[in-house]
DNA sequence: GCATTAATGATAA
DNA sequence: TTATCATTAATGC
């Protein structure tokens, strides 16, 4: 292999038609509704055409914990495909969400039919495990900053241009809280801090990082 | 008007 | 210092 080959292993989302040729679906979700439940026995790759998926859980005080908030072209719950486990987590749909769903068999099927499809699972779930990590440390801070600094950079690493201060973060405030473990007036305030100490501006209660 | 989101203050742990 | 609770303001439907 070339090493110019190496580039293009990317993370990006499989095409839709060749998913389709597999016997994928196209199913649609109402906001708030949920794509599948935690416990639930993976049966599914699912792949986001349009709309926002949260996975996300609750501890035992009912208190909602977001793990990710994933949008346009990318894909949840591959990773319990290749294991005989049932979903630590759930799905569900934020925005009004279209998704391409295709069967464990199938799925597995294209991979066998098509490694380099395989191999770009791969590398998305590296991705993943990469961010996950970092996600991790900071969360095990008891620092707010580094908790919300931790996120905004996590949220930023999907965007392509890095001019300083402009990624538009797309979360309420609420939203961050339940990302980060933090409560919404901590965040509100951390926030607040945050921009005195100029790491990020806000225009219109929005957060430009 | 009602629901959601953001902001702020008081107080407890 | 952050969490919790209460209150208020702003926004959008």
Same mark, same amino acid.
Request: some cysteine; overall charge neutral; proline content about 3%.
């Given at each position: 292999?070339?090493?110019?080959?190496?580039?293009?292993?990317?993370?990006?989302?499989?095409?839709?038609?060749?998913?389709?040729?597999?016997?994928?679906?196209?199913?649609?979700?109402?906001?708030?509704?949920?794509?599948?439940?935690?416990?639930?026995?993976?049966?599914?790759?699912?792949?986001?055409?349009?709309?926002?998926?949260?996975?996300?859980?609750?501890?035992?005080?009912?208190?909602?914990?977001?793990?990710?908030?994933?949008?346009?072209?990318?894909?949840?719950?591959?990773?319990?495909?290749?294991?005989?486990?049932?979903?630590?987590?759930?799905?569900?749909?934020?925005?009004?969400? +279209? @998704? %391409? /769903?295709?069967? =464990?068999?199938?799925?597995?099927?294209?991979?066998? $039919?098509?490694?380099?499809t395989s191999v770009q699972i791969n590398s998305c779930?590296?991705?993943?495990?990469?961010?996950?990590?970092?996600?991790?440390?900071?969360?095990?801070?008891?620092?707010?900053?580094?908790?919300?600094?931790?996120?905004?950079?996590?949220?930023?690493?999907f965007h392509t241009d890095d001019i300083p201060q402009?990624?538009?973060?797309?979360?309420?405030?609420?939203?961050?809280?339940?990302?980060?473990?933090?409560?919404?007036? +901590? @965040? %509100? /305030?951390?926030? =607040?801090?945050?921009?005195?100490?100029?790491?990020? $501006?806000?225009?219109?209660?929005?957060?430009?990082?």
């Amino acid at each position: 292999m070339k090493a110019s080959d190496m580039k293009t292993i990317s993370c990006t989302k499989l095409d839709e038609d060749l998913l389709k040729s597999f016997g994928a679906e196209i199913k649609t979700y109402r906001e708030g509704e949920k794509i599948f439940n935690q416990g639930d026995i993976p049966i599914y790759y699912f792949q986001i055409i349009e709309g926002k998926v949260k996975e996300n859980n609750h501890d035992t005080q009912g208190r909602e914990f977001i793990h990710n908030i994933l949008g346009n072209g990318q894909s949840f719950g591959d990773s319990m495909l290749f294991i005989d486990k049932r979903y630590p987590i759930s799905a569900e749909a934020i925005t009004e969400c +279209t @998704v %391409i /769903r295709l069967s =464990k068999p199938n799925f597995l099927n294209l991979l066998e $039919k098509h490694p380099e499809t395989s191999v770009q699972i791969n590398s998305c779930m590296s991705q993943r495990m990469h961010y996950q990590f970092i996600m991790l440390q900071n969360l095990a801070s008891n620092d707010p900053i580094i908790r919300l600094t931790g996120l905004l950079e996590y949220l930023k690493s999907f965007h392509t241009d890095d001019i300083p201060q402009s990624f538009p973060v797309e979360l309420t405030r609420q939203q961050i809280a339940n990302l980060t473990g933090l409560r919404v007036e +901590t @965040v %509100i /305030r951390t926030i =607040k801090k945050m921009e005195k100490e100029n790491t990020l $501006k806000i225009d219109n209660r929005k957060i430009f990082f």
